[in-house]
């Protein structure tokens, strides 16, 4: 299980990214598409540390909400 971010980009795609595995980011035109985008992306991510035998990091991140 991964944490994703989802947030609206300037072009009116939704951006998603997994802060625990540096650079996996993806988008969609939906932030359904976006969701499952990221999905794939995760496992991609995953399957290619697996194959270079590279070890998986931890989803090791903490979120807080801050609203003004």
């Not at 980011?25 to 035998?53: H, W």
Request: hydrophobic share 40%.
């Amino acid at each position: 299980m991964r944490q994703a971010f989802l947030h609206p980009g300037e072009d009116g795609y939704w951006i998603a990214e997994c802060p625990s595995l540096a650079g996996c980011i993806s988008q969609g035109a939906t932030r359904d598409e976006a969701i499952r985008n990221i999905r794939e992306a995760i496992e991609g991510y995953i399957a290619a540390l697996k194959e270079d035998q590279i070890e998986i990091p931890e989803d090791r991140f903490d979120s807080v909400l801050i609203a003004l």
